[in-house]
């Protein structure tokens, strides 16, 4: 079961909230089989190593990786920093003093001398502070990392996703392009048929509408490519630039799901892996400030030499001590402070609880739209067929003026949505995939 209660450990005064606790669905603890884990590099198993490439480039280039790459190397600084509080702290001094002296015969002389030391402070740290807060600079290290990957897993999504898109879009120029040749041949044929008398002036204005209609989808669809071209540039940290092309559509292959979903795969999410350390971070840095209430023992000491020119022998000094710092009264400061670390606490609670929720959700959402995106391809494969064969037996009718123009119209018209739709299906098809290993973790593994 996937609980907060066994990602954390809570202080004895201010439990995690009840209702932050999250249980992965009972219908997913099926058992995954070996041969249905993620490939780390899963977007290969599409077949195009067009895509490869630019997934490729997307993670050596893309600009919000390398952002939260700095975000990782500034939160390893500050767990460097926390645990260096944990060490003695040494350093040393070389002040200067000059005087004047008196001889046995009352002779005044012109003294300089100099007293080097080390100084060294030690905290005992008897209640855990200092050890929480760097356990906690260290979750959020970790934190800071699944930040990183989460980064990373939805730049290759969206780079895949976005590819996908992008052979969607030229299909469809193509298929507007194919069809606004087939209006010039009708258009041509009703301008003939009006010039001799065989038709009305009706058939051949609505031929005219037809081509025109048709003839402004291929601007349309252009327009759609060099945004989609330019959006996949810039995830590749690129300027605006023309996008390779590899496979067509139809020619892509989906990658296999995996046989199972049991309870403990979305465990595998670098999001999740960030909420929990996030939660443990909050965790710790509560410890930390329940811990000030406590005192505070350091240890000092120093170690030197006085050098002088009024002195035939250096002389040794040093000194070595203990302070105890307990708060008595402050206003109410620290526990404010506990107050609000408690808050913040419970806060990583629930938005780990809503990360969780958010897993699984999107999980069931990709799998249905695996499933029912290809059930709604096989259909729309069969409407395309039998739109093609109704318009190639509307227009022998036409020819043979056995029907209305009319009639090769809406047929011509039921082919294009027909195709248009097959082409969207077959593109949210292999988007859902993507999705699918997006949710899943896409072959991202906790460190």
Do not use: K
């Not at 807060?133 to 990373?152: F, I, K, P, Y």
């Not at 037996?393 to 097959?422: P, V």
């Amino acid at each position: 079961m996937l609980a907060l209660s066994g990602c954390v450990s809570a202080g004895p005064r201010a439990p995690v909230p009840e209702e932050a606790h999250v249980a992965a669905p009972a219908g997913w603890r099926t058992p995954l089989a070996a041969s249905g884990d993620i490939a780390p590099d899963w977007w290969r198993a599409f077949g195009d190593p067009v895509l490869a490439d630019l997934v490729a480039r997307a993670l050596a280039n893309n600009v919000d990786i390398a952002l939260a790459a700095t975000r990782v190397e500034e939160a390893r600084a500050a767990e460097a920093l926390a645990r260096a509080q944990l060490s003695p702290q040494i350093g040393g001094t070389l002040p200067e003093t000059q005087g004047q002296t008196l001889s046995p015969f009352g002779t005044p002389s012109q003294a300089v001398g100099f007293q080097p030391a080390l100084t060294a402070s030690y905290d005992l740290d008897l209640f855990g502070r200092l050890r929480q807060a760097s356990r906690a600079a260290r979750a959020q290290l970790l934190a800071s990392e699944g930040a990183h990957d989460t980064v990373r897993l939805a730049t290759i999504a969206s780079t895949a996703s976005g590819y996908v898109t992008l052979r969607a879009l030229d299909q469809r120029l193509a298929i507007a392009r194919d069809t606004l040749a087939a209006r010039a041949e009708a258009l041509r044929i009703a301008r003939r048929r009006f010039e001799a008398g065989y038709s009305s002036r009706l058939e051949y204005r609505q031929a005219q509408a037809e081509y025109a209609a048709t003839a402004q989808l291929v601007p349309a669809a252009e327009l759609a490519i060099a945004r989609q071209e330019n959006a996949l540039a810039l995830l590749t940290g690129d300027p605006p630039r023309a996008i390779p092309r590899g496979l067509p559509l139809d020619r892509l292959a989906a990658p296999a799901i995996p046989d199972g979903l049991p309870a403990d795969l979305l465990r595998r999410r670098p999001d999740l892996f960030q909420a929990e350390q996030a939660l443990v971070a909050a965790d710790r840095t509560l410890d930390s400030q329940r811990a000030a209430f406590l005192p505070n023992l350091s240890l000092t000491g120093s170690a030197g030499l006085v050098l002088s020119t009024a002195l035939a022998d250096p002389v040794g000094v040093f000194s070595l001590g203990a302070s105890v710092l307990a708060p008595i009264f402050d206003g109410g400061r620290l526990r404010a402070q506990a107050d609000a670390a408690t808050a913040r606490r419970d806060g990583a609670a629930f938005a780990y609880r809503r990360a969780a929720l958010v897993a699984f959700r999107e999980v069931d959402d990709a799998l249905a739209g695996v499933r029912r995106t290809g059930e709604q391809a096989q259909d729309l494969t069969q409407q395309a067929e039998a739109a093609r064969g109704a318009l190639a037996n509307a227009t022998s009718r036409y020819r043979a003026g056995y029907s209305s123009y009319l009639e090769q119209l809406d047929a011509q018209r039921s082919l294009l949505t027909a195709e248009l739709s097959l082409v969207q299906a077959e593109a949210d098809r292999l988007t859902s995939h993507v999705a699918l290993y997006q949710a899943m973790g896409g072959g991202w593994r906790r460190p």
